[in-house]
């Protein structure tokens, strides 16, 4: 409604006047006015209450769940600069990693290189901060914290927390990893994940059912 639809209103002094808090009369005319103005106001402005809109408080919410986690981020919280390292690599995410699990998956990346694979590690240890900033960030993507959680693990849950835990690429790698892995008693965890795997039987041996995803 434009300055000049407004100054051809009929005059507000017909019917019965209402009465505001204020004591001010305001006929129903007037009122009509105020609620055509409003509307159209939310109407060209719809982004004004978006910040009340269910999925941002969902998320909120969600966030304001999250652990206050220890520990440093970063690549000191076990990230992988370019995402691809190998067990030769000084980092964080590397030596931290349990010896047992370290020498299982140096087993399987030799005789992966010998078939002509690549083999890297994608990701090994995460101080819990690092893994807490994991999970805050699937729940901006996913909008809540139980679909996140479905791709990754809290901190009280996480196995790369005490480096227990590796995931290997590229694709390759984790398709060779499918076919050989228990050969050093490596297992794959997760049905979603092909390429998340831990130290849980003995060379040659069965490894236990899979989990649907880091929900269980």
């Not at 005319?29 to 103005?37: G, S």
């Not at 050093?184 to 979603?192: A, D, F, H, P, R």
Request: hydrophobic fraction near 40%; glycine fraction near 8%; charge should be negative.
């Amino acid at each position: 409604m434009t300055r000049q639809d407004l100054t051809q209103l009929p005059p507000a002094h017909a019917g019965a006047p209402a009465r505001s808090r204020s004591g001010v009369r305001r006929t129903p005319a007037v009122l009509m006015v105020a609620a055509v103005l409003l509307a159209a106001l939310f109407g060209v402005y719809p982004l004004l209450d978006r910040v009340d809109s269910p999925v941002i408080q969902a998320v909120d919410d969600a966030l304001d769940q999250g652990t206050s986690a220890s520990g440093p981020t970063g690549v000191d919280g076990g990230e992988i600069p370019d995402g691809a390292a190998t067990l030769d690599d000084d980092l964080p995410a590397i030596t931290g990693l349990d010896p047992a699990l370290a020498d299982a998956v140096r087993q399987a990346a030799a005789d992966a290189a010998a078939d002509d694979i690549d083999f890297w590690i994608t990701s090994g240890w995460r101080s819990p901060a690092y893994q807490q900033e994991l999970l805050d960030a699937a729940v901006r993507k996913h909008g809540s914290l139980e679909a996140a959680r479905r791709e990754v693990a809290t901190p009280e849950e996480s196995r790369h927390i005490g480096g227990k835990a590796v995931d290997i690429g590229p694709t390759e790698a984790d398709y060779w990893m499918i076919q050989h892995s228990t050969d050093y008693g490596l297992c794959q965890v997760y049905e979603n994940e092909i390429w998340h795997y831990e130290l849980l039987t003995e060379p040659g041996g069965t490894c236990p059912p899979m989990l649907k995803d880091a929900a269980g």
